[in-house]
Nanobody, 120 residues
Framework: QVQFVESGGGLVQAGESLKLSCSAS????????MGWFRQAPGQTRAFVAG???????DYIDSAKGRFTISRDIAKNTLYLQMNDLKPEDTAVYYC??????????????WGQGTQVTVSS
């Protein structure tokens, strides 16, 4: 089993920044593909940004130029630096490992997530 603990969320004003962290523990390879997902109120959880096992990075269009995903392999920790935050970024943010090589499915049980709230 793999467990994820997300942290770093908070309440910020539009234009400000936050850095999220995701600590992974359990049976997970240090270079496993990992990604960030978010669930806004009333919406389904969706992919935001990810690093595959080759180190290639992918972002949703609205995150490009504002969000940066990175990882510390030694610490088995995934990060998401979020700049120029917008109210539409308000959501609970989660991390997980993709299933079947696609960001549409995940392999493990979700963690508790970290709440990001952006006021206008």
């Amino acid at each position: 089993q793999v467990q994820f603990v997300e942290s770093g969320g908070g309440l910020v004003q539009a234009g400000e920044s936050l850095k999220l962290s995701c600590s992974a523990s359990g049976k997970i390879s240090s270079n496993s593909a990992m990604g960030w997902f978010r669930q806004a109120p009333g919406q389904t959880r969706a992919f935001v940004a990810g690093i595959n096992d080759s180190g290639n990075i992918d972002y949703i269009d609205s995150a490009k130029g504002r969000f940066t995903i990175s990882r510390d392999i030694a610490k088995n920790t995934l990060y998401l630096q979020m700049n120029d935050l917008k109210p539409e970024d308000t959501a609970v943010y989660y991390c997980n490992v993709p299933q079947y090589g696609s960001w549409s499915w995940v392999r493990h049980v979700w963690g508790q997530g970290t709440q990001v709230t952006v006021s206008s």
